[in-house]
């Protein structure tokens, strides 16, 4: 198997991005987030042509694929890693809140019509309601909490583990640990709260 | 503490841990104070957690991505060609069978390949390589016509319609014999020599490349998908790994190192001979060299480096370890029987197919032909090309290039050999085959008993453990198989060696939840053999490896009363065998090792010589002169040991003797075993010592510029073996000197950015060890307090709080660690209050800790934990006299600094923070008194009890003291003096003089440490007293 794939631009923005962050520049950031958001977008509608019809999956192959494309994981520091990760957490949950809020819009209008972003098929498991009200919760847990609900993201959005969140944080597991349980609780009582509203 | 309120998210954290009841409710009472709306709230959260259950947690409510399915058809024209029938799908393309119009009417294959994007590059690239691909005319190639792009965007490749199958299946479904399969395999090679001298690279030799048809009833192979490669060439990425299609797993598989490399510039035609090589040897061996599933599931790194470093075993080989029945079929799909198939391969074939698999491609064949001609001669009975190594190639070239997967690999074998050993044992019996069975078994308990011992020293400075423990759990089983009729002494004495064994590398990789258990059930058994009259060396050997482990469980979880114990018993039980002049040289190192772990334990000046002994036994087995490296290594520990051991008592001077010729050493080792990852442990930690030395010497700069040294190569070291526990919380320990030598330097905020970054080194071993989070935020407290930061102090405590309560609720710390956790956070925050002025509730709490510190450390045997509760006491007594000052409460401070005097004095650097800050214990303790004394208006007194203080103190300024503790010591023993000198009348120019002095003492410090409380307190002080005495008319206090 060979694939086609050219990244040697985009390779070189990103590192020198990503390396940009390690120094302390911190407004590059924004500039990360569209051109990770581009990547995986690309990556994952290469990925579904590859793949079986039917077959799901799991965002955090892709992001980390994607990881190791940019950076071959040698030349980008600690930094640059956790800004990356952070990055494309949020652009998995932009194409899913997208997508969600469009489904939703399309069921109140025309119908059942297939949705489709370019070639791509990203969803959530959960049903789009879950997605969006886990979203809402999140935007708020942020200004109570923001390290649990980044943390929240890479794990709802990018599908990462509690250890692969962890490690791209570069957090101890016992710290995630604790972002998580305060984290759960806490998108849960607002979510059943929001619910009862 | 009363200042900050905490957060809903620092309370709920502790809470949530608290199991819900009296303790959690005591638990909010303490932490929400009056704040009902935020208890209120703190509760909802913890009652929903309660209620939550699954929610988030379960896997599917995150986000998967879906696959839309591929659109061209049967029946859709793509350019001039129209698909007629689909006859494949693979991971990367879809083939139909199309129908070409023009220029001429036939029937190809079209092969549609899957991808969204770059189509113009692909069809780009196979313009480019098409004339050479035109020029290829061979029986055994399937030409490629065409390309382009469909209107979707795919790019299409139009290829020769071959109608055949799989080269394996072919020869699996017809039953194939070797020979056969020889000739079939010998035409592919022709057809890749034609290709490779039209300078054609294949790049995807792999089975379903290979087709085979017949004509007139006789199989031609026809090579597919030339070119195809090229023109999609982009490098492997996870796509092949994950999916679980069967044409997409099976690459890897066939790939050569340098494709797995991914630098993708660098193929040539020899990867091509690689990939047929392992094609070769699934057609003789029915398997790949590497498991084509395994490979994939392994994730793309792990992947990669096992193309790249692993040495597959021999086709032959790999054909002896398959099951039972998948062994006889495969042997029957060869027309013959596992015996003959087996010798078949063995020689010749084995040779042949390794060369072909060479890492180095320089070693493979040359060409295509190369091995076609091989292979004839093999069939003729000619000597072959390809040569069985020698053993001590082989040898030279495993520990080279690949020591690990080397010693791994040979362990694997042995635990192999011991599972069929076990289950043939009694198949064997059955048939009346005793003496063989007798014979397999003894050799199998010898080569695992070789593997466990006397190889293990070669394993086990590589940090191969968890094949050690697999292969000892393995032995463990089989020991355990044997029906009783065949148990003996022996087979016991194995069976304990390997458990010991399983508990030491247990333990060595941190885990000593796993591993106590196993150390103590080993140590009683052993224990029941030895009255039993067993006094072998085996038996005692086992002895000492199962008190190691249980020793460095106890290290690791901190429980410092039990330490010395098991290891006294381990020496106690080595020393006859290890002292007799024919003892073995396993023995004599292993008693040497528990020497060095003994000493750390020992009172300093026992311990220099337990050292001294040890390192006599390791020069006596060759370890200066690096003819046994593994005793070098253990020299250049225990001479580390030694050395710490010598800085405790304050020889300078012999601690850097030593040190310095641990780094010669364990750098000797390395240069010829780059793998030891003890020598290189020891190498990353001699600069620690040597910057504990230099700052004894009062060279701060040196001891910062080493401290920083250590802590550099401790990370190297850890990045090396990332799961050595103890090197993190030596790391941990490495930032929090640096951060310490900052502060003691008047680097204030600088040092509490390291503290900070000391806190994120927690716990990277993995298996949930203490951590010395407490004591970091304990100290980050103190610090902010001297700073003036109440917020951040009382944060940091905190902090060190949760610490200490995780640690407990957990349970990874003994009673007495936590009680001294406890002691340690009160002592910092009475410091805290201290500085803000909360003199009565210092002093109360202070002489309120001290009977409990009194009664520990009476009973307390182990020296280590008895200097930190000397050193508790000495704080509280020092704080408890100096509030006590602060409160004009003179004769409580006369007492508290009495008491204080009349501890013994510390030796040295038991605890880092009387060593760091604290070097002048006893002479501070003089000033205090001095104070009290003279306050009281006894000022002859004070005089003559600050004299010698004073005189130290001098001293140590001449010998270039100046860091902060010290400035801040000494420059009260001079206000001290000032306020003595001058109530004797007549005195005024010697108390001027004094206090210009501690000013000149305080003016040297940096901004930032003259602002610190206790300076500036004291700069208020000498002020103060400076504008009482000045006025020469005043009346004389």
Redesign the interface.
């Known amino acids: 198997?060979?694939?086609?794939?050219?990244w040697s631009s985009v390779v070189s923005d990103i590192t020198l991005i990503l390396n940009a962050v390690e120094q302390g520049d911190l407004k590059v950031a924004e500039e990360l987030l569209p051109l990770v958001y581009e990547e995986l977008r690309?990556l994952?509608?290469?990925?579904?042509?590859?793949?079986?019809?039917?077959?799901?999956?799991?965002?955090t192959?892709?992001v980390?694929?994607a990881w190791?494309?940019l950076t071959g994981d040698a030349n980008v520091q600690f930094e640059g890693r956790r800004h990356f990760f952070a990055a494309a957490a949020e652009a998995?949950r932009r194409i899913?809140i997208d997508r969600a809020r469009q489904k939703r819009s399309l069921k109140r209008g025309a119908g059942a019509e297939r949705v489709r972003l370019d070639?791509l098929?990203?969803?959530?498991?959960?049903d789009d309601e879950?997605v969006l009200q886990?979203d809402e919760a999140l935007t708020k847990l942020t200004k109570?909490?923001p390290d649990?609900a980044q943390f929240?993201k890479l794990?709802?959005?990018?599908?990462m583990t509690n250890a692969e969140a962890a490690q791209a944080l570069?957090i101890?597991?016992?710290t995630a640990r604790?972002h998580w349980?305060?984290a759960?609780?806490?998108?849960?009582?607002e979510i059943?709260k929001q619910s009862s509203e | 503490m009363a200042d900050t309120p905490l957060s809903l998210r620092a309370i709920f954290d502790v809470a949530s841990e608290i199991a819900s009841g009296a303790g959690r409710q005591a638990y909010l009472d303490q932490a929400c104070r009056d704040d009902a709306s935020l208890r209120a709230n703190v509760e909802e959260l913890l009652r929903v957690e309660e209620s939550a259950g699954g929610f988030l947690a379960d896997r599917k409510h995150e986000a998967t991505i879906q696959i839309a399915p591929v659109t061209e058809g049967e029946g859709d024209r793509i350019g001039r060609y129209k698909l007629l029938e689909k006859v494949g799908e693979g991971g990367c393309g879809v083939v139909f069978v199309a129908e070409q119009t023009e220029p001429v009417r036939r029937r190809v294959a079209l092969k549609v390949i899957k991808l969204g994007m770059d189509t113009k590059q692909v069809v780009a690239r196979f313009e480019a390589e098409r004339q050479a691909l035109a020029m290829m005319d061979h029986p055994n190639i399937a030409k490629v016509l065409d390309a382009g792009a469909t209107e979707k965007g795919r790019p299409y490749f139009v290829m020769e319609l071959v109608r055949g199958i799989k080269i394996t299946d072919y020869c699996d479904q017809n039953n194939l014999t070797t020979k056969e399969r020889l000739d079939l395999f010998i035409q592919v090679c022709q057809a890749i020599q034609h290709a490779h001298q039209k300078g054609i690279i294949h790049r995807d030799i792999k089975p379903s490349n290979i087709l085979v048809t017949l004509h007139d009833g006789v199989p031609v192979p026809k090579v597919i998908d030339f070119g195809i490669a090229k023109a999609t060439e982009g490098r492997l990425t996870d796509a092949t790994v994950y999916t679980q299609l069967h044409q997409f797993v099976g690459t890897p598989a066939y790939m050569s190192p340098e494709q797995a490399e991914m630098s993708g510039l660098d193929i040539d035609t020899r990867s091509d001979i690689y990939s047929l090589g392992v094609l070769l040897y699934e057609l003789l061996a029915g398997s790949t060299p590497f498991d084509a599933q395994e490979l994939a599931e392994s994730g793309l790194d792990a992947m990669r480096k096992t193309i790249r470093e692993k040495e597959p075993v021999r086709p032959s080989t790999r054909l002896a370890t398959l099951k039972g029945d998948e062994l006889t079929t495969t042997a029957k799909r060869r027309a013959t029987e596992i015996a003959k198939l087996l010798h078949q391969l063995k020689g010749d074939l084995d040779w042949i197919v390794m060369k072909c698999l060479e890492k180095d491609r320089t070693r493979r064949y040359e060409t295509a032909n190369g091995l076609a001609i091989d292979l004839r001669r093999h069939l003729h009975n000619e000597p072959v090309m390809a040569r069985p190594p020698s053993v001590a190639y082989r040898f030279q070239k495993a520990f080279h290039r690949n020591k690990l997967a080397f010693t791994a690999g040979l362990a694997v074998a042995a635990a192999l050999l011991l599972g069929i050993v076990a289950s043939s044992w009694q198949a064997m019996r059955a048939k009346r085959a005793e003496a063989l069975a007798l014979q397999s078994r003894s050799d199998a308990e010898k080569l695992s008993n070789f593997m466990l011992d006397d190889f293990y020293t070669q394993l086990e400075p590589s940090g191969q453990f968890d094949t050690v423990a697999a292969l000892a759990r393995r032995a463990v089983a089989y020991y355990d198989s044997l029906p009783a009729s065949l148990r003996s002494l022996d087979t016991e004495r194995n069976r304990a060696l390997a458990q010991a064994r399983l508990a030491l590398v247990t333990a060595q990789q941190g885990d000593a939840k796993a591993a106590l258990p196993i150390a103590q059930e080993t140590v009683a058994t052993l224990e029941r053999m030895r009255p039993q009259g067993d006094q072998s060396e085996e038996t005692a050997f086992a002895m000492g490896l199962a008190l190691k482990a249980q020793y460095l469980c106890y290290r690791i979880q901190g429980d410092a009363p039990s330490l010395a114990g098991s290891l006294q018993k381990g020496t106690d039980i080595l020393r006859p065998f290890a002292i007799s002049a024919g003892g073995s040289r396993r023995i004599k190192l292993e008693y040497a090792s528990l020497l060095n772990y003994l000493s750390y334990l020992q009172p300093p000046e026992q311990g220099l010589i337990t050292c001294e002994q040890a390192l006599q036994i390791l020069a006596g087995l060759g370890a200066l002169d690096l003819s046994d490296l593994s005793a070098a290594s253990v020299w250049a520990g225990t001479a580390d040991t030694e050395a710490r051991l010598a800085l405790k008592i304050g020889r300078l001077d012999d601690a850097e003797r030593l040190e310095k010729q641990v780094q010669p050493l364990a750098e000797g080792v390395l240069a010829r075993r780059p793998s030891d990852f003890m020598a290189r442990q020891d190498l990353s930690m001699a600069p620690d010592v040597l910057a504990m030395i230099e700052a004894r010497r009062f060279h701060d700069t040196d001891a910062l510029r080493l401290a920083t040294q250590s802590r550099q190569a401790i990370q190297d070291y850890l990045r090396f073996n990332p799961l050595d526990a103890h090197a993190s919380r030596v790391l941990a320990n490495q930032v929090y000197h640096i951060a310490a030598l900052l502060f003691r330097q008047g680097h204030a905020s600088e040092a509490l950015q390291n503290a900070h970054a000391a806190t994120q080194v927690d716990g990277a071993s993995g298996h949930g060890v203490p951590v010395p989070a407490p004591r970091l935020w304990a100290e980050m407290a103190d610090w902010e307090a001297q700073r003036g930061n109440r917020g951040a102090a009382d944060q940091a405590l905190q902090e060190a709080r949760h610490f200490i309560d995780a640690n407990a609720i957990r349970k990874q710390v003994t009673e007495i660690a936590h009680e001294i956790s406890v002691m340690r956070f009160d002592d910092a925050e009475r410091r805290v209050r201290m500085a803000f002025g909360e003199d009565a509730a210092v002093y109360t709490r202070a002489t309120n800790a001290l009977p409990r510190l009194v009664q520990l450390r009476g009973s307390e045997h182990d020296p280590e934990v008895a200097a930190l509760l000397l050193l508790w006491q000495q704080q509280a007594l020092d704080e408890a006299a100096r509030a006590a000052l602060n409160l004009s409460r003179y004769t409580e401070a006369e007492a508290a600094a009495g008491a204080l005097l009349s501890l013994p004095s510390q030796p040295g650097d038991v605890s880092e923070r009387s060593y760091w800050d604290r070097p002048e214990d006893m002479d501070w303790g003089l000033v205090l008194l001095a104070e009290a004394v003279l306050k009281q208006g006894r000022r002859a007194e004070a005089l003559k009890t600050l004299e010698p203080a004073l005189a130290h103190y001098h001293d140590a300024q001449a010998k270039g003291a100046g860091f902060l503790a010290f400035r801040q010591h000494f420059a009260r023993a001079l206000y001290v003096q000032a306020l003595a000198e001058d109530s004797d009348g007549g005195g005024t120019a010697r108390s001027r003089e004094a206090l210009a002095q501690a000013v000149a003492l305080l003016q040297g410090l940096t901004d930032e440490a003259r602002q610190l409380h206790d300076s500036k307190e004291l700069l208020s002080w000498i002020a103060a007293a400076q504008k009482k005495l000045n006025p020469a008319t005043e009346e004389k206090k």
Request: hydrophobic share 45%; no cysteine; proline share 3%.
């Open positions: 198997m060979r694939v086609i794939w050219d690309k994952a509608a290469y990925r579904m042509a590859q793949e079986q019809p039917g077959q799901t999956l799991q965002p192959a892709l980390h694929e190791l494309r998995m899913l070639d098929q990203l969803a959530a498991a959960a879950t886990v109570e909490d649990s929240i794990r709802f959005f990018a599908g570069g101890s597991e016992r604790r349980s305060f759960r609780v806490w998108l849960f009582r059943r």
